[in-house]
């Protein structure tokens, strides 16, 4: 964000190559940060994240995209509410022709396992 001369605005998305990870490429994606009661506009920005990164990922033709729980940890979203938005964008995402056949949500908590198992 310094060599840009601004902060990255939430709910957009940018790609790059996966250098040295086993990975082809990275997308980048900064999610809201959760200032006491979550708003409206904090759900929909969390929601453009994951729009703008599978939007990204079929423009590149991708096949396979992985989530962390965005938002999640130090930004303060709560997990459920989270991860709710997250499938329910996903899933509504899939409803459209697209080069994306599996959808990961890697998760390193027990919490959220437990949410992303309930949900799908």
Request: contains cysteine.
């Amino acid at each position: 964000m310094e060599q840009q001369g601004r902060p990255e605005p939430a709910g957009r998305a940018k790609l790059t190559k996966g250098y040295n990870l086993p990975a082809r490429y990275v997308l980048h994606t900064v999610g809201p940060i959760i200032q006491g009661r979550v708003t409206r506009r904090d759900r929909e920005r969390l929601a453009a994240c994951y729009r703008a990164c599978l939007e990204l990922a079929a423009a590149q033709s991708l096949e396979s995209v992985a989530f962390y729980c965005i938002s999640t940890g130090e930004f303060r979203f709560p997990h459920p509410e989270a991860a709710a938005i997250a499938v329910r964008t996903v899933k509504a995402f899939l409803q459209t022709p697209t080069s994306i056949r599996t959808i990961i949500f890697n998760v390193f908590k027990d919490i959220d396992a437990n949410l992303y198992r309930s949900l799908l």
